[in-house]
C-alpha cells in the first residue's frame, strides 16, 4: 500500500483518477497578449488599460496540470467510487506507469485481481487500495 501511495498515487506527474501521464499544458493562445504591444500602443487607444484588461494578462496558474484523458484537475482522484468496468478501463494505464517505473507487470494479472476486488462488498468502495492490491500484485514475478 506505501509502496503503491509513493510510486503512483503521490506522484503528481500521474493522475489519481485514471493513472494517465500527466504533461504540463501547451502554452494557451491567451498568452500572445503578453507580448509588448508595440504596435497596438503606438495607436494611442491601449494606454490607458481598464482592470479588466489588465487582470486578464494576470501570470497564468502555474503547473496547472488537467489530465488529457479524464479531465481530472491536477491529477487528484474524484471521491466517488468506479465500476468495474471503469476501474478495469484504467488497468492499461496503470501497468504502463509500473512498467515505467522499473518492473515486470503482469497485465492479465492486475485485471483479474481490480475485477475480483471490485466484486467483493468489502473492497468495492475503496478504489485506491483495489488498485494498491492489484499492483502489487502485478508486479509479482
Ligand atoms: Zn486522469
Not at 71 to 97: C, F, H, I, K, Y
Request: hydrophobic fraction near 35%.
Amino acid at each position: 500500500m506505501r509502496w503503491f501511495e509513493i510510486l503512483i498515487w503521490h506522484d503528481h506527474r500521474v493522475c489519481s483518477e485514471c493513472f494517465a501521464r500527466l504533461t504540463r499544458p501547451d502554452p494557451e493562445p491567451g498568452e500572445s497578449a503578453m507580448e509588448p504591444r508595440t504596435e497596438t500602443a503606438t495607436l494611442g487607444v491601449d494606454l490607458i488599460e481598464p482592470p479588466a484588461s489588465i487582470a486578464n494578462v494576470a501570470p497564468m496558474p502555474e503547473a496547472r496540470t488537467t489530465c488529457n484523458e479524464c479531465g481530472s484537475v491536477r491529477g487528484l482522484s474524484q471521491s466517488e467510487t468506479l465500476s468495474t468496468s471503469e476501474a478495469t478501463d484504467r488497468v492499461p494505464a496503470l501497468a504502463a506507469r509500473l512498467q515505467e517505473a522499473g518492473y515486470h507487470v503482469k497485465t492479465d494479472v492486475i485485471y483479474r485481481v481490480v475485477d475480483h476486488l471490485k466484486g467483493l462488498d468489502r473492497h468495492t468502495a475503496d478504489d485506491k487500495r483495489i488498485f494498491a492490491i492489484a499492483a502489487a500484485k502485478g508486479v509479482q514475478r
